[in-house]
């Protein structure tokens, strides 16, 4: 014991022990390894070395005195990157204190461009061990509400603070078109002119800076902050992720893509198989679930399961997210049953491993470290029992970062209190 204490003493801080863990070297062996990147590898083998991939393939040679991961039988893939999720920004949905994915901004204009949605966000939140030991080892936080909600960022689930967590920010601006009443709109319509009134102010400050400062300009629509946070949405280096469910929202999106040049995205898009040619052609990739084919309003009366099959066949980049129960913070790991549903409504398995690993990391412009096993990747790695989509496959080993992540949860840990009741226990 005295011993264990001094090694842990000579390690120090928190810090130590992560990057301890990471200088190991793992071998999973045997294994079935789906790379994403490529086609399947039988009886193929992943080194992991100091956080990142090192080798992947057959045959390969086992370094000397690496930990050895028997995945005989298994399956092996990238970490699941969920791309739209509000994990570490709602704790509890009825609490207000406890929900950080939105900001009042400016109430009449409701636009929030310059809210980086991180700056909120919990890393000691109970509900990231429960997804990551679900085999979710990347999730998105994105903000929601107003008109443009703000700026949203890729976080890996791993222990310390939110600059350990963070993989790149932002990744995205959202906005939205099809929900006039949260943005104080009285139509679909007021909606999409106070956008292009945003876009058209962004340009004018952009040319008349000093003059805004100077008070010489006229009153734009929205503050200084979110003015300069749309200049990377005007220049293209930032995507506007726009959430919109009806087929004509979805087409008016892409009309304002294409007059002021912004890389778009659309999500949730429950009609979006109404216009996939249009989608295709524009070369606008989509966020959307498969697990809903009732509509919940006006707006997604033509939602189908069969929407993430009809998309890839036409040609657009899909990328999964939850649409089923309380997807945003509390089951964020039925991302795995939203790919199985899509399989099973018509898209290909493979095309929906990628739209859970690779395809959210090229959106988000970290497919160079993510969502495929590669060398030199980031050592995101998940061991299953088997198909990782079929619903009684179990997770057998998670890794983040090259550090064996799986530990019980707060949900874990709650079940196996009240798994036996105490004997003074009587039934009411």
Partial sequence: MRGALRALGALGTLGALVAAAQAQTIAIVGGRVLPVSGPPIDGGTVIIRDGRI???GRDIAIPDGAQRVDAAGKWVTPGIINPATQLGLVEVGQVRETRNATARGDDESAVRAAFTVWDGLNPLSVLFAPARNEGITTVAVLPTGGLVSGQGALVDIVEGGVSDMMVRSPIAMVAQVGDPESANAASRGELLLRLRELLEDSRAYARRRADFERAQTREF????????????????????????????????????????????????GAEAWMVADKLAAAKVPVLVGSMVNIPGSFATLGARQENPGLLRRAGVDVALIGTGS???AFNVRNIKQEAGNAVAYGMTWDDALRAITLTPAELFGVADRYGS????????????????FEFS????HVFVRGVRSMAPSRQDELMTRYKTLPPSYRSP
């Fill in 373 to 388: 096993l590669q060398p030199g990747r980031v050592a995101n790695v998940v061991v299953w029992s088997g198909d990782p």
């Fill in 393 to 396: 496959t179990r997770v057998e």
């Fill in 221 to 268: 629509a929205a503050s200084r902050l979110d003015l300069e946070a749309m200049q990377p949405v005007l220049a293209g280096r930032l995507p506007l992720l726009v959430v919109a469910d009806k087929a004509s929202d979805i087409e008016a999106a892409l009309r304002l893509a294409r007059d002021y040049g912004l890389r778009l995205i659309i999500g949730s």
């Fill in 326 to 328: 309380d997807p945003d």
């Fill in 54 to 56: 090192t080798a992947v």
